[in-house]
Nanobody, 128 residues
Framework: QVQLVESGGGLVQTGGSLRLSCVAS????????MGWFRQAPGKEREFVAG????????YYADSVRGRFTISRDNVKNTLYLQMNNLKPEDTAVYYC?????????????????????WGQGTQVTVSS
C-alpha cells in the first residue's frame, strides 16, 4: 500500500515562491499517475496539476498555468510542485494524490475521485 507525505508548505508573501514535495513509501510509484490538488476553507477540493507516470505529459489548472510546475523523480519516489509568483488566492491546503491507473484523457486528471491514495496535506498561506 502506498503512503504519501507532503512537505514544503508555509507562509510566503505575494510574489514569493515555494516548492512542495510529496514522498511516497510502501512501494514504488514510478508507474503511477500523480497529481496535486488544493482546498481552501469553505471550498471544494480543486485540481492544480497532474503528471503522467513517466513525466512525459503535464496538465495544469488555468489559474496556475505559467506559475506552477509539476515534476517527479521516480528514482526518489517523489513528486514536486514548484510554485512561483504566488497570490493570496493560492492560499489552501495542498494535497498530493496518486493513482495506479493510466489516465487516458485530460479531464480525468481533474477528478479527485479518480485517485486512490492521498497525503495528509500541507498548508500554503500567501499574505498580501
Amino acid at each position: 500500500q502506498v503512503q504519501l507525505v507532503e512537505s514544503g508548505g508555509g507562509l510566503v508573501q505575494t510574489g514569493g515562491s515555494l516548492r512542495l514535495s510529496c514522498v511516497a513509501s510502501g512501494r514504488t510509484v514510478s508507474t503511477y499517475t500523480m497529481g496535486w490538488f488544493r482546498q481552501a476553507p469553505g471550498k471544494e477540493r480543486e485540481f492544480v496539476a497532474g503528471i503522467r507516470w513517466n513525466g512525459g505529459s503535464t496538465y495544469y489548472a488555468d489559474s496556475v498555468r505559467g506559475r506552477f510546475t509539476i515534476s517527479r523523480d521516480n528514482v526518489k519516489n517523489t513528486l514536486y510542485l514548484q510554485m512561483n509568483n504566488l497570490k493570496p488566492e493560492d492560499t489552501a491546503v495542498y494535497y498530493c494524490a496518486a493513482s495506479y491507473k493510466l489516465f487516458v484523457s485530460v479531464s480525468i486528471y481533474r477528478e479527485p475521485a479518480r485517485y486512490d491514495t492521498w497525503g495528509q496535506g500541507t498548508q500554503v498561506t500567501v499574505s498580501s
